[in-house]
């Protein structure tokens, strides 16, 4: 159990890293739209030359090999929760490499947020998947 929810900690990096990329990456390509086929086909190729746009992509690829280890040897029901500090980790990174103000509502939900993910693996570690 212990290397499967290293695999998951690997998983929430990676998704979180995957999305500052994405961010960074659509910062230096600008906004887009989708007005037309034509706009929606330059947006992606576009996308497909950016460098930091396609390492977010492999973040992601990677991380759902990690997810899909870590479903065959948790059950979902606890699994899932823990997954949830992406919903932590992605807000914290905007604000420390992305230099985001977050509002003290903001910092309060990343704190329960949190405090649930540990929640949930205090009652539930003991449980055989």
Request: glycine share 12%.
């Amino acid at each position: 159990m212990e290397w499967a929810i290293l695999f998951i900690i690997g998983c929430v990096i990676l998704g979180a890293s995957g999305e500052i990329l994405f961010k960074v990456g659509v910062g230096k390509l600008g906004e887009f739209n989708l007005g037309s086929a034509g706009e929606v086909l330059s947006n992606l190729v576009r996308m497909a030359g950016s460098p930091l746009i396609l390492a977010g992509f492999l973040c992601y690829g990677v991380a759902a090999v990690l997810w899909i280890y870590a479903l065959s040897r948790l059950d979902l029901s606890f699994a899932y929760p823990m997954y949830a500090l992406m919903y932590a980790i992605i807000p914290l990174a905007a604000y420390f490499i992305l230099k985001e103000q977050i509002p003290t509502g903001r910092w309060v939900g990343i704190l329960l947020i949190i405090l649930g993910v540990y929640i949930v693996f205090q009652f539930g570690r003991n449980v055989p998947a």
